[in-house]
C-alpha cells in the first residue's frame, strides 16, 4: 500500500522518508503523528523506516514525548472548555447515565492510548475525571511509549 501511495503522491513519500531519516527529532514528530486519528498509521510506517538505523527505544522514548504533547493538547482544550461549562452537561451524563467509575475510565483511556486508537477518544474520556493535568501528561506518555514499543516490535 505505501509503494502505490509513494507512486500515486510522490511528494508524500518524500516527505515521509525525509522525516524518517531525520534521526529522533523525526522521531519527536512521528509521535506527533502517532497521537492523532487519521496520521497514526502513517507515524507507524515512519517509525519502522526510523529503526532500522536508530535504537528503538530510544525512538520509542522520543516518539511517546511527542504524542504526549499532543494527547495533552488534546486533554487541555476538553478541560478549558468544560470549565467554561460547554461540558458540564457531557460530565453529568457520563456519571449519571453511564455510571461509568473515574477509575474505570482512565484505564479505559491509557488501555486506548496505548493502542493505535485514536488518543483523541481517550484525552477527552480522561479529562472528564478528576485527573490532574500532571498525572495525565506523565500516563500519556508512558502508555504512548509501551504502545508504540509494541506496535515496533511487531514491525520487526
Sequence with gaps: MAVAIGTLFPSVRDLLLTIASA?????????????????????TIILF???????????????????????FSVF????????RGMFTMIRQKFYHQVSLPPWLANTLGILIIASPLPDELSASLMS????????????????NIAGILVIISLGR
Design 49 to 71: 523506516e526510523l529503526t532500522k538505523d536508530n535504537n528503538p527505544v530510544l525512538a520509542a522514548i522520543i516518539a511517546g514525548l511527542g504524542c504526549a504533547l499532543y494527547d
Design 128 to 143: 472528564l475525571t478528576t485527573l490532574k493535568a500532571w498525572q495525565f501528561a506523565i500516563i500519556s506518555w508512558l502508555a
Design 76 to 83: 487541555a482544550i476538553f478541560r478549558q472548555q468544560e470549565s
Design 23 to 43: 534521526g529522533y527529532i523525526g522521531a519527536f514528530l512521528a509521535g506527533i503523528l502517532y497521537g492523532t486519528a487519521f496520521t497514526s498509521s502513517t507515524a
